[in-house]
């Protein structure tokens, strides 16, 4: 069936560093994948998405780019903050009716 | 514009009970999306419904679960006769159409005693 790997489990950054979460899908006709954020006991946030046409998308400190070829997809987080310190899942979808596929997460620790 | 709305946002039964988790979805939106997560995990796909029309179930148990979204009023996952293993956060989410962005609500952590 369907799945997205998504690498590291957890990861430990100095404040200001960057922060790079990678993630691997199976569905060749995935065409949708978005970045979720998870704070302790809050819901999953969308932060940013990306969809097959485009390689590469930006919004101020995070970025995402796409690899069809490979099937893979990856996060960027510049100038780190430890308010950037929570779980964050990446999962892909395509459009017409099926369900999305989570990651496992991964845990981002901004040390001060 | 209110969002994603869950209740309750805490639920406890004992073993043997049935539990009722509600979902209303965003304005406008028609695709609801029921996931599960246990302390520490990630987000486990459960259902897939559309006003009327389960769309995908292949993430839910056979047995005890259920859910719906009727035409009229909030998706309502059910699960009779609980047991300590159920306990979790259960998080429902709506998009606009299929494969669109989701938006989540704020879950219902069940626990059963």
């Known amino acids: 069936g369907e799945n997205v790997e998504q690498h590291p489990s957890t990861l430990s950054v100095q404040e200001g560093d960057s922060a790079v979460i990678k993630c691997t899908y199976s569905?060749?006709?995935?065409?949708?994948f978005p970045w979720y954020k998870q704070e302790l006991g809050k819901r999953p946030q969308l932060i940013i998405d990306?969809?097959?046409?485009?390689g590469e998308k930006k919004d101020q400190r995070i970025a995402v780019t796409l690899n069809k070829t490979a099937k893979h997809f990856s996060l960027h987080i510049t100038e780190t903050q430890p308010e950037d310190s929570a779980v964050y899942f990446c999962?892909?979808?395509?459009?017409?009716?099926?369900?999305?596929?989570f990651g496992a997460g991964t845990r981002l620790f901004v040390k001060a | 514009n209110a969002g994603v709305m869950q209740n309750p946002r805490h639920l406890v039964r004992r073993r043997g009970q049935e539990a009722r988790l509600r979902c209303s979805p965003m304005?406008?939106?028609?695709?609801v999306y029921w996931y599960r997560q246990l302390p520490e995990e990630g987000l486990k796909f459960m259902v897939y419904?559309?006003?009327?029309?389960?769309?995908?179930e292949s993430g839910m148990p056979k047995e005890r679960f259920s859910a719906e979204f009727p035409k009229e009023g909030p998706s309502i996952l059910r699960i009779q006769q609980v047991v300590r293993g159920d306990s979790a956060a259960y998080f429902c989410?709506?998009?606009?159409?299929?494969?669109?962005?989701?938006?989540f609500g704020p879950g219902t952590r069940l626990t059963v005693t």
């Open positions: 419904l559309q006003k009327e029309n389960i769309i995908d």
């Open positions: 989410a709506s998009s606009l159409g299929g494969g669109d962005e989701q938006y």
């Open positions: 569905d060749s006709a995935s065409n949708y």
């Open positions: 990306i969809r097959s046409n485009v």
């Open positions: 999962a892909a979808s395509r459009s017409g009716g099926f369900k999305t596929i």
């Open positions: 304005k406008g939106h028609s695709h």
